[in-house]
T-cell receptor, first 113, second 113 residues
């Protein structure tokens, strides 16, 4: 079985400070992991993905995530938050025979000017 | 290469009417997924289809909901006799034969009045 837990439903940071959005996964297989971002009333945009290559994955807009198998984590980070980063972020796991993408419940990021 | 196209973007239906949501996958993608997003919630898997086949419909309500992905044309998510609780954003995603990433459409926002 596969699942994803996003540990924080809301995160608030000041503009220019680091961002950390936490994600833990559970998978019986070697997982593929993704982070998607959703701006208000918009679709989902892929930020980055891990598919068993380098454990530190760089994505768009300065985001990156590190796959840590020992901790079953795939936390999303950014060194310096920008106002435009305010959005909903989803951690997603896929893999195995089900061929589904399993979504976390999302983390709402607020950036304070 | 156009992205995943969903239409309509917004759909208003009265209780008891039928709603038809369309999804055209990206060119060359043979896997389609439908997800539902209720207000303030994450995306819930509904159904996974390949051309002319339903692979996994474990997330679909047993009544009133159906999905198809014909040999030609878009995938259709059909909701019969809509009720207020069906109001949500419905997202479609597609992926290529070798699944390692899902590309999402902009979603259809269904409002039942």
């Amino acid at each position: 079985a596969q699942s994803v837990t996003q540990l924080d439903s809301h995160v608030s940071v000041s503009e220019g400070t680091p961002v950390l959005l936490r994600c833990n996964y559970s998978s019986s297989y070697s997982p593929s992991l993704f982070w998607y971002v959703q701006h208000p009333n918009k679709g989902l945009q892929l930020l980055l993905k891990y598919t068993s290559a380098a454990t530190l994955v760089k994505g768009i807009n300065g985001f990156e995530a590190e796959f840590k198998k020992s901790e079953t984590s795939f936390h999303l980070t950014k060194p310096s938050a920008h106002m435009s980063d305010a959005a909903e972020y989803f951690c997603v796991v896929s893999g195995g025979t089900g061929n589904q993408f399993y979504f976390g419940t999302g983390t709402s990021l607020t950036v304070i000017p | 290469n156009a992205g995943v196209m969903q239409n309509p973007r917004h759909l208003v239906r009265r209780r008891g009417q039928e709603a038809r949501l369309r999804c055209s996958p990206m060119k060359g993608h043979s896997h389609v997924y439908w997800y539902r997003q209720l207000p303030e919630e994450g995306l819930k898997f509904m159904v996974y289809l390949q051309k002319e086949n339903i692979i996994d419909e474990s997330g679909m309500p047993k009544e009133r909901f159906s999905a198809e992905f014909p040999k030609e044309g878009p995938s259709i998510l059909r909701i019969q006799q809509v009720v207020r609780g069906d109001s949500a954003a419905y997202f479609c995603a597609s992926s290529p034969r070798t699944v390692n990433e899902a590309f999402f459409g902009q979603g259809t926002r269904l409002t039942v009045v």
